[in-house]
């Protein structure tokens, strides 16, 4: 379709011309997101199932390196993303109800909670630094199983690498919802752009609610 | 339209419920659980802990108790195929030293 119809679809009226309905196109954007993101379950299961491998066969170095991250930061960063996932479902009403500045209100909070995750990761990843113990040339660690911490630390740069990623591109996907919400694009009619970045930032969130207690909680007592 | 507008009152209370799982995975990583054989025990209830999380997300948050069946066949059909990735993957894992007659052909069981 060009680009101009589109646009012009999406304002005058919200249902595009290859759906029999708005229930179906409904239906259609739901559905092709939830396709999406159980590409994505299998594109982070593959890494989980690596670190439960890994995690059994040297629970001794895992554990070691799972007592260096910063339990508290991780915990508060739980919460935080949590919270940006209760604003996100709220915008997401926002826009079904039709509701303006409640969409725009929510949809910065989420962007800002966001934006403060990212930010803790950062110092996390900071220290980490410091401490020497990225991966690589100049990781250093006094202990005799210091070559399988390595790897520890190897699966979570990997995985909060990642994630954080989806983070970043999760930040720019609000930030493209703000700018047509400030413009009035979206109604009780024409939600779904709202709702399918919401299913998106959701499963961010899982993929951290499994992530958290993986790397900062299972592995100090394997 | 006959989507589901679910009331904030439900938001708020997944909401507290996350935040009360939360601290309460954290508050029992500081106790050793099980010991010895039993040094699973602390591995699984965290991750009880996590799948019930993620199953309110995905039930509210992401509006998945309202949604179609065919919604629910693609959920669930990304939630069997992970845990075959990972059933059968630890099933060669974990059973590798149930043989002792077998070769130490890597995996750990070097130092």
């Not at chain 1, 554990?63 to 993303?81: I, R, Y």
């Not at chain 1, 709702?195 to 609610?209: A, K, N, Q, T």
């Amino acid at each position: 379709m060009h680009p101009r119809r589109r646009k012009l679809a999406s304002i005058d009226s919200p249902l595009q011309h290859h759906f029999v309905g708005l229930e179906q196109q409904h239906e259609a954007s739901t559905l092709g997101m939830w396709v999406f993101l159980v590409t994505e379950i299998m594109f982070f299961g593959g890494l989980f199932t690596l670190f439960t491998v890994y995690v059994t066969i040297h629970a001794e170095a895992f554990a070691e390196g799972s007592k260096h991250l910063d339990l508290l930061l991780g915990s508060v960063n739980t919460a935080v993303l949590i919270g940006s996932s209760f604003t996100m479902a709220m915008a997401v009403k926002s826009a079904q109800l039709g509701q303006r500045k409640p969409l725009l209100g929510f949809l910065v909070l989420t962007m800002f909670l966001g934006c403060v995750f990212i930010g803790i990761k950062g110092i996390e990843y900071t220290h980490k630094f410091e401490q020497h113990l990225v991966p690589g040339r100049n990781f250093h660690l006094d202990s005799p199983v210091a070559q399988n911490v390595q790897l520890f630390f190897s699966f979570y740069f990997a995985m909060t690498g990642l994630h954080a990623l989806h983070m970043v591109i999760g930040v720019g996907v609000l930030t493209w919802l703000l700018v047509h919400s400030w413009h009035g694009r979206f109604s009780p009619t024409y939600f779904w752009p709202v709702e399918v970045s919401g299913l998106y930032w959701h499963f961010v969130d899982i993929v951290w609610i499994f992530l958290f207690p993986l790397l900062y909680l299972v592995a100090r007592h394997a | 339209m006959t989507h589901t507008i679910v009331p904030t009152r439900i938001y708020v209370q997944v909401f507290a419920a996350l935040l009360v799982l939360t601290a309460l995975t954290v508050a029992a990583s500081f106790f050793d659980l099980g010991g010895g054989r039993l040094h699973y025990v602390n591995a699984v209830v965290a991750l009880t802990i996590a799948v019930s999380k993620a199953t309110l997300v995905v039930l509210y948050f992401m509006h998945v108790r309202w949604s179609s069946r065919m919604i629910w066949v693609f959920v669930g059909a990304g939630v069997f195929w992970l845990l075959i990735l990972i059933g059968l993957t630890l099933s060669d894992v974990l059973t590798r030293q149930w043989i002792p007659a077998l070769p130490p052909w890597g995996l750990g069981l070097k130092p």
